[in-house]
């Protein structure tokens, strides 16, 4: 599924915020840690808000992340060796991303340690990636965005490629994060690449959903 013939250490920083998702940081966190890496992982309240009514319960959240984290800090923490530009890592990113945390840091706001560590991450020229789940996006949120990109955040949507053919929940998450480990430059194999339609004999999304041409 991925590659884990890495040499050297990848430090990621991993921001989980209260958008909608959170599922997408824990999937992110287990394969990552496949590979040679070392994650440092903080949540916000509303993050945990999210996970009660989308994975478990906030409690189930924060232990299933423990698992594959190697430091776990709430977005309070602003001591943790993170928030100063310092302590550098190799890569920055924020899953989910509300749109409130991206609006904090377009505008230097570091109010918290996520905020603090994407602005170090920015200022010091890492790859910073943001999965943004919103929608719709109406013009606040896409000048947002914007100007996010034009810092140097790399916008991934949260949305599937109907090319990959997904069959379930699993596919469609392997799928978004397939697209962070295709900007991280990580071998993979997360999901369905695109071909023509003369390549493929799996069911496209129309047979899946109506059923195949001949019924």
């Known amino acids: 599924m991925i590659d884990s013939r890495r040499s050297e250490v990848l430090k990621v920083f991993l921001g989980i915020t209260g958008a909608s998702g959170c599922v997408l940081a824990i999937r992110f966190a287990e394969l990552l840690k496949k590979l040679n890496s070392y994650i440092v992982a903080s949540y916000t309240s509303n993050a945990l808000l999210v996970a009660d009514s989308e ?21 309070n923490r602003i001591d943790a060796s993170i928030a100063s530009s310092s ?3 190799d890569v920055y990113t924020l899953i989910p991303a509300s749109i409130k945390t991206l609006a904090l840091i377009v505008n230097g706001i570091g109010s918290n340690l996520i905020t603090r560590a994407i602005l170090n991450g920015l200022r010091m020229k890492r790859k910073v990636i943001a999965i943004v ?52 430059e990580l071998q993979h194999s997360l999901y369905r690449r695109w071909k023509s339609a003369k390549e493929t004999k799996t069911q496209d999304p129309c047979q899946i959903l109506y059923g195949s041409k001949d019924s």
């Open 55 to 75: 994975c478990v319960s906030r409690e189930w959240f924060i232990s299933k992340l423990g698992e594959y984290v190697d430091e776990l800090y709430d977005e």
């Open 87 to 89: 302590n550098t890592l």
């Open 133 to 184: 789940r919103e929608s719709p996006l109406g013009e606040i949120e896409l000048k947002i965005l914007y100007r996010a990109a034009r810092a140097g955040i790399i916008i991934i949507p949260a949305v599937i490629g109907f090319y990959a053919y997904p069959q379930n929940l699993g596919d469609i998450v392997d799928f978004i994060i397939g697209k962070v480990f295709d900007v991280l």
